[in-house]
C-alpha cells in the first residue's frame, strides 16, 4: 500500500499534470481553450481522491484495519 509521501507525491503530479494539459491547451489553439475552471476541477478530483483512495485500497486488498 502506499505510504502518504507517495500519495502527495502522486498528487503533486496529478495537479502539475492537470495544469500543463491546461497551458497546452491554450497555446496550441486547435479548437481547444485552456480554462482556470477545468483545472480547479482537475485539483479537486485530486484531494477527492487523495482522501478516499486509502479507503478504498484497504477495501478492495482487504488489509489494514481490523484484517488478519
Request: include cysteine.
Amino acid at each position: 500500500v502506499l505510504t502518504p509521501r507517495a500519495m502527495i507525491v502522486i498528487c503533486l503530479l496529478s495537479v502539475l499534470t492537470g495544469g500543463i494539459i491546461e497551458i497546452a491547451q491554450e497555446a496550441m489553439h486547435i479548437g481547444r481553450s485552456g480554462d482556470w475552471m477545468d483545472f480547479l476541477a482537475d485539483t479537486t478530483g485530486v484531494m477527492v481522491a487523495y482522501f478516499a483512495a486509502p479507503t478504498a485500497i484497504r477495501k478492495v486488498l482487504k488489509v489494514g484495519k481490523g484484517s488478519n
